[in-house]
């Protein structure tokens, strides 16, 4: 599993909603079989700790987006909740593989799903299944690198020879050259045979 989790800079303590989002999926038992309703679970799991966090902090409101990628077999299952997005590259063509949770109104956007929502509130997440080959590229990333180019941009910078780690440095490098006003964070995955 890999994931990238945002924390809402709108929200207090955003960053410990992403901190606490990203230790409980990886504490998470992953010895389930039907990774659909595992993911589900695994989204009102982190819910709920986020929850817990706000109320232990006596804050109103704590949250953090989601962007999620489950590799079983031959099969990935994609996760989120949020403008965190999922990308898949394949033959020179980018194609999201997320769906953005917001809304535009005339304070801007609003992000309509999000791990930290409280109360009766039932987090449903987008989900997606299908499967995965060799050459293959996966980005994971948070609106801070979306927000700041276009996918014609990221398709430029990530279709390329270079490492993942080279094409992730290069994605936040231009997302901070064109303004940079949100954390910007990348995973890309290239699957091999």
Known sequence: MFAVFDGMGGEACGEIASFVAASHSQLFARDKTEYEEYLYELSEMLNEKVCEETEARSLVLMGTTAAMVQFCGTDIYVLNAGDSRVYR??????????????????????????????????LRPYIATGEYKAGDVYLLCSDGVTDMLTDEEILALIDNKKSPGESCRDLIAAAMANGGVDNATAILLRVKK
């Open 89 to 122: 590259l394949l033959k020179h063509e980018l194609k999201q593989l997320s769906v953005d949770h917001i809304a535009i109104g005339y304070g801007g956007k609003a992000i309509t799903k999000f791990l930290g929502l409280p109360g009766g509130d039932k």
